[in-house]
Nanobody
Framework: VQLQASGGGLVQAGGSLRLSCAAS????????MGWFRQAPGKEREFVAA????????YYAESVKGRFTISRDNAKNTVYLQMNSLKPEGTALYYC?????????????????WGQGTLVTVSS
């Protein structure tokens, strides 16, 4: 499956962005989906994930209450609504897909990755 992330940009602290991850090649309904981010000089970290049915969502503590992950399997697209953005949220944001039913927070178990979309939050 090919993943294409979009929606990044420059936003002031406190602002909002909505990221999209469009899939092609295979139906996303067979995959759990996740969003990860990587800031310069840091390791890739888990942000949010959603089960293939959409019934369960998971968030990093640092974004809980501010970010919302959702999916539209009919459109083969996953979204990440980001509100109340903070400067420490500046990073490349990646979407990823996994077939495994294992835990959603580890990037090691994801099978497919998008190219990343840059989010810059100015203070």
């Amino acid at each position: 499956v090919q993943l294409q992330a979009s929606g990044g940009g420059l936003v002031q602290a406190g602002g909002s962005l909505r990221l999209s991850c469009a899939a092609s090649g295979r139906t996303l309904s067979n995959y759990d989906m996740g969003w990860f981010r990587q800031a310069p000089g840091k390791e890739r970290e888990f942000v949010a994930a959603i089960k293939r049915s959409g019934s369960s969502t998971y968030y990093a503590e640092s974004v809980k209450g501010r970010f919302t992950i959702s999916r539209d399997n009919a459109k083969n697209t996953v979204y990440l609504q980001m509100n109340s953005l903070k400067p420490e949220g500046t990073a490349l944001y990646y979407c990823a897909a996994k077939l495994s039913l294992a835990i959603v927070t580890s990037p090691l178990i994801y099978d497919y990755w998008g190219q990343g979309t840059l989010v810059t939050v100015s203070s």
